[in-house]
């Protein structure tokens, strides 16, 4: 399914004291310290993700991949897109970057998914509706910049 037309989930934002490309470079190596370890890729095995392991170049770019998730498309400084699918969804978190001053750049993560079925609403409640998504991404985003600043 292509990833325009995953129904739009939600987007959470921060403003990082640091430059794109050390941005850049923090978004990819918290990616990666964040989803490869053994709990991940045991509950993208569980779930039945098409990709289960980390794989391919790194930095990260197209090809790449991630327990749950492909790299789809990666533009250095500017925007990260990964995909993925399982037995009870199938979504897609896009990065972005942009300037905001010299030295301060904004973060942006959108998520998008759709969740087909009774198993799949049943996920999305699990990880939609009981908060867990809004904290893991706001998470993920502190990890961002902490390691960028």
């Given at each position: ?41 045991g ?75 009774l ?31």
């Amino acid at each position: 399914m292509p990833i325009a037309s995953l129904p739009y989930i939600d987007e959470h934002t921060t403003v990082i004291a640091a430059g794109v490309d050390d941005v850049w470079r923090s978004l990819g190596e918290t990616l990666d310290r964040s989803f490869s370890g053994p709990g991940m890729a045991g509950y993208a095995r569980l779930v039945g993700s098409a990709d289960c392991t980390a794989s391919g170049p790194r930095p990260l770019a197209e090809g790449s991949t991630l327990p749950g998730f492909r790299v789809v498309a990666a533009v250095p400084g500017r925007e990260l897109v990964l995909e993925g699918r399982h037995r009870f969804s199938s979504y897609a978190l896009i990065f972005s970057i942009e300037d905001v001053s010299p030295g301060r750049s904004r973060l942006r993560a959108e998520s998008r998914a759709v969740f087909p079925g009774l198993a799949g609403g049943i996920y999305r409640r699990l990880v939609i509706g009981t908060g867990g998504h809004v904290v893991g991404m706001r998470r993920l985003l502190s990890a961002i910049r902490r390691r960028s600043e």
